[in-house]
């Protein structure tokens, strides 16, 4: 567990700190996932413990978006002067970008001819 | 005199960060148990009646953001490794992404192009101020991520952290509805869509739906975060957003 939350902390670490020296557009914590990511493939598998830490970060990552939603009250002010155009962006924004994404992964598939392999009824 | 004790212990939990930092757990405990007793209803979506029920505590008593965000950070810190360990879910993944890696590519650039340009687009037509657009741009990428963007490019970090999660909260709550109303039927390419659309939060309600829709919105979050990452600061500069 401590192990595995050390390798986790040093790739983000690594991840901003490289960010910072290059300039590279990508945040930090990306940065740090493919780290990660590489480590796992050179690897060529998970060990437990760093799957059950990841798991357990994972599995609250509602939880974690709590405080930053909590800032709405600090920019309450700007929200309120141009809230139709922040709504029209939000509601119908987030439409067609589920119903693009949905559609084209579809379509893909279709011209493809293979599914997901997650069908369903 | 008979309050002075209880405002004493106050003056000290208000100055600590163990009060908010309790307080927002408890909060989102209790978002959660709402969320059950609704019979797991997306309208109850625990972030957003964890926030309300946050926002109506500081308000009551009177306690500014910045106070409640010195508790919460340490929370909100975890957001970081968080995103570090979506390398798990994605290499359990690897054999699904290579073969699908056609079309997860189509989509994927598909969905950062209609997202960046929906929210510019329509919050342009309707007036929003240069600021507001660069913080609305990358609103369908997870927090962190987003926020970095936002600040790289001169938006507001922390106004995008807030359409963040509203996007967030609007793909949970209208995705599945959605995806009915288009007649959808793979589990994959709705997952796709709702981690895509509205990362950590579509991907904690694709779990809740199967965990093949669970994995694929997590495979879309940790994608779509690297390619927005990627690609929106060269796309805000081109149309002459961002300097």
Redesign the interface.
Known sequence: MLEALTLILACQLIGEVSVLFTGLPVPGPVLGMLLLLAWLFARGGVPESVARTADTLLSHLSLLFVPAGVGVLVHWERIRGQWAAIAAALVLGTLVTLAVTALTMTAANRLLGRSGGGERG | MADAPLATLWVYLAASPLLWLSL??G??LIALRIYRLGGESPLLN???L??GL??AL??LTGTP?QT??DG??F??F???????????????Q?E?LR??A???V??LL??VL??AA???G????????PE?LIS?AP??VT???A???SE?LGG?P??T????????I??AV??TG??RL?R???????????G???H??G??RAFQV?P??GA?A?L?M?LS??VT??LL?PLLRWIGLAG
């Open positions: 927002t757990l909060c989102y625990p972030v957003a964890a926030i946050l926002i500081l308000i953001y409640y965000f919460a950070q929370v909100h975890l957001l970081g490794p968080a995103t570090v360990s979506l390398a798990i879910p994605l290499y359990r690897r699904r073969r699908l056609l079309p997860i189509a989509a598909a969905s209609a997202a929906s929210a510019v329509l919050g342009a037509l309707l007036g929003a101020g507001t609305l609103k369908s927090a962190p991520v926020m970095g963007i790289k507001l922390s106004l952290a807030v359409l963040v999660v509203s996007t967030g609007l793909g209208l995705g959605l995806f288009l959808l039927r793979d589990d994959a390419v709705k997952g796709f869509a709702l895509a659309t509205s950590g939060i991907t904690a199967s093949v829709m694929f997590g879309a940790a975060a690297f990452a990627l600061p």
